[in-house]
T-cell receptor, first 117, second 116 residues
Framework: EAGVAQSPRYKIIEKRQSVAFWCNPISGHATLYWYQQILGQGPKLLIQ????????DSQLPKDRFSAERLKGVDSTLKIQPAKLEDSAVYLCASSPRTGVGSNQPQHFGDGTRLSIL | DQQVKQNSPSLSVQEGRISILNCDYT??????FLWYKKYPAEGPTFLISISSIKDKNEDGRFTVFLNKSAKHLSLHIVPSQPGDSAVYFCAASDSFTSGGYQKVTFGTGTKLQVIP
């Protein structure tokens, strides 16, 4: 089984520029997550999709961050314009469909390390 | 509001001994708990989980214990091996009050070093 694929692995941009990250989840996984992990902290959920619908984006800074999941498969996360505090690793994860009382572990990609100059 | 806390940022253990990693949580609605292991430059990898209806789950060298009254869980690794050196994240999820979907909250991680 192929894992979660993310690209690029590394990205360096200047503040106020824009950047986009791509994620291809494990085939058949209905739930897709984007996390932000700042150095020394645990992953923080930015947005969660169930198929192609958003179920939680309460911690997504919507003035600069956007995400979409086309056809319920691949997803892109965009930052525009970037700020210095956006320097972090952006992790994508997927899991089979979850529901009340139906819990599944998440499978993570290796992340994109973003540096803002 | 840190709902999942790992108060020890690091831990060093001799090879062959037991490693005990601790995690505390505040949300009584959490119903599923997980441990992930993370190597540098890689994504977290699922290690072991436990449902809130159990107090122990074992998988080879790894055992997770859950004390619901204390809102505490721990991961035991016996015997510890140098390849276990990594950052370990505790995570908890609540599917009942999150609109029917699984919402996962992570701790800040504990860096384990197993000394040969």
């Amino acid at each position: 089984e192929a894992g979660v694929a993310q690209s690029p692995r590394y990205k360096i941009i200047e503040k106020r520029q824009s950047v986009a990250f791509w994620c291809n989840p494990i085939s058949g996984h209905a739930t897709l997550y984007w996390y932000q992990q700042i150095l020394g902290q645990g992953p923080k959920l930015l947005i969660q999709f169930q198929n192609n619908g958003v179920v939680d984006d309460s911690q997504l800074p919507k003035d600069r961050f956007s995400a979409e999941r086309l056809k319920g498969v691949d997803s892109t996360l965009k930052i525009q314009p970037a700020k210095l505090e956006d320097s972090a690793v952006y992790l994508c994860a997927s899991s089979p469909r979850t529901g009340v009382g139906s819990n599944q572990p998440q499978h993570f990609g290796d992340g994109t390390r973003l540096s803002i100059l | 509001d840190q709902q999942v806390k790992q108060n020890s940022p690091s831990l060093s253990v001799q090879e062959g001994r037991i490693s005990i990693l601790n995690c505390d949580y505040t949300n009584s609605m959490f119903d599923y708990f997980l441990w992930y292991k993370k190597y540098p430059a890689e994504g977290p990898t699922f290690l072991i989980s436990i449902s809130s209806i159990k107090d122990k789950n074992e998988d080879g060298r790894f055992t997770v214990f859950l004390n619901k009254s204390a809102k505490h869980l721990s991961l035991h690794i016996v015997p510890s091996q140098p390849g276990d050196s990594a950052v370990y994240f505790c995570a908890a999820s609540d599917s009942f009050t999150s609109g029917g979907y699984q919402k996962v909250t992570f701790g800040t991680g504990t860096k384990l070093q197993v000394i040969p």
